[in-house]
């Protein structure tokens, strides 16, 4: 399995407070994403990294933002938590623009 | 908008059958297609990727590929009940500004029955 751990794994917060995720790799891939996962909408890319602080909006990107100021650490802040924000978060890792992304475990975010 | 559709599920075989999945994507630029098995409360995980036009087997995998009519495909040979999951296809864009970023299906959920 690719060295890929986040964490929290799960987490409840509440409306308005600030959230980080933390997304660790130990593979030294260049690429580095984040995405959310909710029913009906499947898998959707939130930002991405190709680069030690080269980071890129994705399709949902309102309401977060990210850093990634080493290789192995990639962090998605929610700004001020929304209940809209309840999903699961997942990070991929890549060595290549076109290889295999590997996810981690995943993170369970519940918005109050 | 870049898109990509699954057959509409569930799907429902019995055990040892043979299981299709099929995907099509809008972008004629799509270079690298997979195909990611999840089950419930976890992390996708890689079945098979596809970068050329053709067939390509994996054991009782076989990924399709047709860029002419922007198709990819999954067939699974003699379906275990543990192959029951949400299959998910991914396509991406490679080369210029695409970064490898992944554009997935809504997912089809695969039942295989004793």
């Known amino acids: 399995d690719a060295g890929i751990t986040q964490s929290p794994r799960h987490k409840v917060t509440e409306t308005g407070t600030p959230v980080t995720l933390r997304c660790h790799q130990t593979e030294n891939h260049r690429y580095m994403y984040w995405y959310r996962q909710d029913p009906g909408h499947g898998l959707r890319l939130i930002h991405y990294s190709y680069g030690v602080k080269d980071t890129d909006k994705g399709e949902v990107s309102d309401g977060y933002s990210v850093s990634r100021s080493k290789t192995e650490d990639f962090l998605l802040t929610l700004e001020s938590a929304t209940s809209s924000q309840t999903s699961v978060y997942f990070c991929a890792i890549s060595g290549d623009a076109r290889d295999t992304q590997y996810f981690g475990p995943g993170t369970r975010l519940t918005v109050l | 908008q870049k898109e990509v559709e699954q057959n509409s599920g569930p799907l429902s075989v019995p055990e040892g059958a043979i299981a299709s999945l099929n995907c099509t994507y809008s972008?004629?630029?799509?270079?690298?297609f997979f195909w990611y098995r999840q089950y419930s409360g976890k992390s996708p995980e890689l079945i098979m990727s596809?970068?050329?036009?053709g067939d390509k087997e994996d054991g009782r995998f076989t990924a399709q590929l047709n860029k002419a009519s922007q198709y990819v495909s999954l067939l699974i040979r003699d379906s275990q009940p543990s192959d029951s999951a949400t299959y998910l296809c991914a396509v991406t864009s490679a080369g210029g500004t695409s970064y490898g970023k992944l554009t997935f299906g809504q997912g089809t959920i695969l039942t295989v029955h004793p």
């Open positions: 596809i970068y050329s036009n």
């Open positions: 972008d004629r630029g799509s270079q690298s």
